[in-house]
């Protein structure tokens, strides 16, 4: 069952501007119209960057060329879908772009707003040093198809404590950067390994509504993690 059977109007728009950090391929074929890959590098203000996937049809390129190097922005939306890799399934987050722009100069733009509903239980959790921290997993309705998007995001501070109040089949509308991070996953073997996680970081987030007890009975479990 989707998210998309319940009437409550959703949103997904992301916009970024950044540089090409490397050449499209393709990604898949769909009814003859091809899709194709590739990252684009967004700094932010602390200097530190996000490399954030694109997915780009090839009749949204029709007469312009994207390559390496351009600086760009991008506008669409914030998706996911399943993948299976060594039998389990991964979540795999993308900006699908829906229009661009070729700029002539470097410009960065991170910007990201969402509704949906609350679909795993927020996990609230603090740092060593105190900062608060909450997880949130949100299904994302795509307009004008029964499918939704599953979106990680992270949030802060008192944005984390009233989340963390928040039960599954909440609405809420997200409002923030997408964010990439590196970070260390290590095995039974005791192998290491480097690996990139991506998520929603939020700075705004306002509650819309919620859906009824009878309704969240019928929310799926949601298993796919971002790893």
Not at 8 to 26: H, P, R
Not at 169 to 197: D, M, P
């Amino acid at each position: 069952m989707n998210y998309t059977n319940f009437k409550e109007k959703t949103s997904n728009n992301a916009i970024i501007a950044g540089q090409v950090c490397e050449d499209l391929k393709k990604s898949h074929e769909i009814d003859g119209e091809k899709f194709y890959e590739f990252a684009v590098k967004v700094k932010r203000l602390s200097s530190q960057e996000d490399i954030i996937p694109v997915t780009i049809s090839e009749r949204t390129l029709i007469g312009t060329r994207i390559e390496k190097g351009n600086f760009v922005e991008l506008k669409g939306e914030y998706r996911s879908y399943n993948k299976l890799e060594a039998e389990h399934n991964k979540l795999i987050l993308h900006l699908f772009a829906k229009e661009f722009s070729i700029l002539n100069e470097e410009k960065n733009i991170n910007e990201v707003k969402l509704s949906g509903f609350v679909c795993k239980e927020p996990v609230y959790r603090k740092t060593p040093f105190e900062r608060e921290i909450c997880d949130v997993l949100l299904a994302v309705n795509r307009a004008n198809y029964r499918k939704s998007d599953y979106i990680p995001c992270i949030l802060w501070g008192r944005n984390a404590r009233f989340m963390s109040e928040q039960n599954i089949g909440s609405k809420v509308e997200l409002v923030g950067r997408i964010q990439s991070r590196e970070y260390t996953k290590k095995y039974e073997n005791g192998q290491n390994e480097i690996k990139t996680a991506y998520e929603v970081s939020c700075q705004n987030v306002a509650l819309l509504g919620s859906l009824t007890k009878l309704e969240q009975k019928d929310i799926p479990k949601v298993e796919a993690v971002n790893n």
